[in-house]
């Protein structure tokens, strides 16, 4: 009886630090305007009103997440930005959807594959950047 206490936590140790642990992977978007137009991406919120992520020229914004598993975001739309069309907005003038069935566009904001990937450790980091080649396209679809 006086090994059976021991033993009892020798077991309950070994299934402590046996178990996996939950990996967390962090994920960082960053959207870039280096295009000389303004560009304006109204983007889904939580509530009724959508957020209108506004890039002057030369300027970014960026956004982070977590999620469980150490997975990077190769298929499919990046997750929490935007859902089946993206709204883009040039100059306040000219709008164009990512995503439409009308048209194609050559670098879809919503498809990770249009990002540039860099992944360091556990992190997963995306960016997608604007031209003034983005806006040339967009003009000579809609106009």
Known sequence: MKYLKPLQILIALFFIFSCNKEISTGHLIVINNYSSHKIEIP?????DNLLRTTL???KSYSYDFSERGNQPKF???IHGFLNDSAKIIFN????IYHGSNQYS???DIRMVNSYEYEGIGNDHNYTYTFTNADFREADSIIN
Not at 43 to 47: C, I, L, R, V, Y
């Open 43 to 47: 983007t889904p919120d939580t509530g």
């Open 56 to 58: 002057e020229s030369n």
């Open 75 to 77: 298929i499919g739309i």
């Open 92 to 95: 306040d003038t000219l709008t």
């Open 105 to 107: 566009i050559k670098r």
